[in-house]
């Protein structure tokens, strides 16, 4: 589905990603993991297309497509998906409005009929019990006003609204309560359908609990410098990263 | 550099076409005669001309026009500009037409062209007619010695006129100047809600130079909006002069899309208890040059003035933005709030935004701000990220930031027209 071949980026002339390699196979859950810095969340911002980056080598295939070469909008469209870590608040535009424009898109890209407005409200209705997020919030201005919580659940809602093939979640769970961890990762789990994939980035193993990873990476200083599998991420939290990072520096 | 322009043909030529119709309605002889001299005297400012600074109207007060021109126009040729639910008074070049209006006018709320208004109700128009607009500036003093017509409105004690009405200046014709004329009055307690609009049906150099002026007695509502939906080749000088007298509502909403030079001078005095409400919205392209010089005059305590001005700016369009809140020493615990916010979308597109606070008094609460700024990257990167194309995604941010002041438009036929309009001028169609 997704295949990362020494991919390196970077912005405003600081290098950031120094030759990421990962392939994610449909139905696959990976974990990023790693220390402050160490580049996980410009992963997902480059591979969502986020223009502040320069990418500066490698290649990404999306599907038997180059995922590089493609507008943000158009990698939506293909089925890839990000949760943003701080998804913005834009004034004035209703969650719904938005949300029937952005899947009408989507559908159209894929060349299926868009939802007229009934159809729109029953696969919103159905959605919405997903992630439990309330009604008022869907007529509310997009983020606007909205608790850390309301927010990252809007993002798995609007992830269940697009059902992309592969969806990004950067730092999902950071600034969750315990209770909105679990909603957020309920509503994740019910969407692991053997065929989506995903990538969770996240500082933290606590989301792991209750997102079981297939594999876990640890990213540091732009490389990945371990891969494993869940019991990694265990580990990780019981020794913390600086044993991975001595090992990695004591190799240089 | 002189501060005036001299020799404008604009002035010339007025004052020639004001002798030969002089005497055209007597009742206004002596309020034309008056003006006229007043006119003489004066000329048309230059960009030294403080409050013309940003905006040069040298060519457009140099061109020759005609300022008056017999044209058939039909029902047909000004079906776009009718809204749905509102009354219209047309006119044609400046001539009443009849046939082309529609709108009722009943014993509590008298509507009629000026001309007809003179006839059978001279002591109300004569009473305010040219009382409130300062005829020592030029296109006032223009405006006011040239009137033979305009749109008449008298809302009798605690009437309401419920459904609004619509002033509609139809142009047909090259180098043509039309001085179109508003009187509206309520007495207290009434309501009414008055729309000024120009359908240039054909036409190349078209000058407007329109005043309107608006008495609000006390704990009157009046609702004033200008939609400039111009074409190109269209300028406009526009004067809104409102007096509120206590507990009274006056809220002005000028919305411009189009035009080639367009100045609007707003200016409201306050009594006490009073809202003076000034809503504007200009999205222009092209080499549009907008201009909204505002004033409001706090004179008594306790009022409420609110000032929203959003620009949406393209190609090499300009906007100028000057608003001045006068508080006068009596003027205690006014508030004052004044915002004017731009969003430039090409690199060419210039505003200059100047609020100007003169306060007097010592108890007021007065805030103003302003911002000119690019759309922000964030929520284009948000909305591309989830699908929507980049000029759709464009589409919904300019509708999103022009969104406060469309929903200020309470009569809903007249913002579902306005949304439909800033919707077109942005190429994005609402879903």
């Known amino acids: 589905m997704l295949k990362i071949n020494d991919l390196k980026a970077s912005i405003e002339d600081k290098e950031i990603l120094k030759g990421i390699n990962l392939e994610i196979k449909p139905g696959e859950v990976h974990a990023i993991m790693g220390p402050n810095g160490s580049g996980k969340s410009t992963l997902a911002s480059v591979l969502a297309g986020r223009e502040d980056y320069e990418v500066d080598g490698g290649d990404v295939d999306f599907d038997g497509e180059d995922l590089l070469e493609m507008a943000p909008e158009v990698r939506a469209q293909k089925g890839l998906f990000l949760a943003f870590q701080y998804p913005v608040e834009i004034p004035g535009v209703s969650n719904t409005n938005f949300l029937r424009t952005a899947v009408n898109e989507v559908r159209k890209a894929r060349g299926e009929e868009p939802y007229n407005a009934a159809n729109f409200m029953k696969e919103m209705k159905e959605k919405m019990q997903i992630v439990s997020i309330d009604k008022s919030l869907m007529g509310r201005s997009l983020n606007e006003g909205f608790s850390g919580g309301e927010k990252k659940r809007n993002e798995i809602f609007h992830m269940a609204m697009l059902d992309p093939k592969l969806a990004i979640l950067d730092e999902t769970d950071s600034g969750l309560d315990i209770d909105a961890l679990r909603i957020v990762a309920n509503g994740v789990n019910t969407l692991r359908d053997g065929n989506r994939s995903f990538v969770v980035v996240t500082h933290y193993q606590r989301l792991l609990d209750y997102i079981v990873p297939d594999f876990v990476h640890v990213l540091y200083k732009g490389k990945i410098v371990k891969s494993g599998t869940k019991e990694l991420a265990l580990e990780l939290e019981e020794k913390g990263y600086d044993w991975i990072i001595q090992e990695v520096e004591g190799q240089n | ?431």
């Open chain 2, 1 to 431: 550099m002189s501060i005036v322009i001299e020799n404008a043909a604009l002035k010339n030529n007025a004052l020639s076409y004001i002798e030969d119709t002089i005497e055209k309605v007597p009742a206004l002889v002596q309020l034309r005669t008056e003006a006229a001299e007043t006119f003489a005297s004066s000329d048309f400012p230059s960009i030294q001309h403080e409050e013309w600074k940003y905006t040069n109207i040298k060519k457009l007060v140099s061109n020759t026009y005609s300022f008056s021109n017999d044209v058939n126009v039909t029902a047909a040729d000004i079906q776009d500009y009718l809204i749905e639910g509102t009354d219209v008074m047309v006119f044609v070049n400046g001539v009443y037409n009849a046939s082309l209006s529609s709108f009722t006018s009943t014993e509590k709320v008298i509507v009629a062209p000026l001309s007809e208004a003179i006839e059978k109700h001279q002591d109300l128009v004569l009473a305010h007619l040219g009382k409130y607009a300062d005829n020592s500036l030029p296109f006032v003093g223009v405006n006011t010695a040239s009137v033979v017509e305009g749109g008449f409105v008298y809302a009798k004690r605690n009437a309401l006129s419920e459904t609004p009405l619509m002033f509609l200046n139809v142009v047909s014709g090259d180098n043509i100047v039309v001085q179109p004329r508003v009187l509206a009055v309520l007495e207290e307690g009434a309501q009414a809600s008055i729309i000024e609009r120009n359908a240039v049906i054909k036409g190349e150099a078209v000058l407007v130079n329109s005043v309107a002026e608006v008495n609000v007695a006390e704990r009157a509502n009046l609702s004033h909006l200008k939609l400039q939906d111009e074409v190109e080749n269209t300028s406009l000088v526009t004067l809104s002069e409102a007096q509120q007298a206590d507990n009274s509502v006056y809220h002005n909403i000028t919305i411009t899309t189009g035009g080639h030079i367009v100045r609007n001078n707003l200016n409201i005095a306050l009594g006490e208890h009073c809202e003076g409400l000034m809503t504007g919205l200009y999205l222009v392209k092209g080499k549009t040059l907008v201009d909204n010089h505002t004033m409001v005059d706090h004179k008594m305590p306790n009022s409420y003035s609110n000032e929203l001005y959003k620009g949406i700016l393209s190609d090499k369009s300009k906007g100028v933005f000057n608003g001045k809140i006068f508080v006068r020493e009596d003027a205690q615990k006014t508030n004052a709030f004044q915002s004017n916010k731009n969003i430039l979308l090409s690199q060419d597109a210039v505003v200059d935004t100047k609020p100007q606070l003169e306060i007097w008094a010592d108890d007021v609460s007065c805030s103003h701000g302003c911002t000119v700024g690019a759309l922000d990257e964030e929520p284009m990167f948000y909305l591309r990220a989830r699908g929507i194309p980049e000029d759709k995604a464009r589409g919904l941010l300019i509708y999103a930031f022009a969104g406060d002041v469309i929903e200020k438009i309470s009569n809903e036929n007249v913002r579902a027209l306005v949304e439909k309009i800033v919707a077109r001028e942005m190429g994005y169609d609402l879903i």
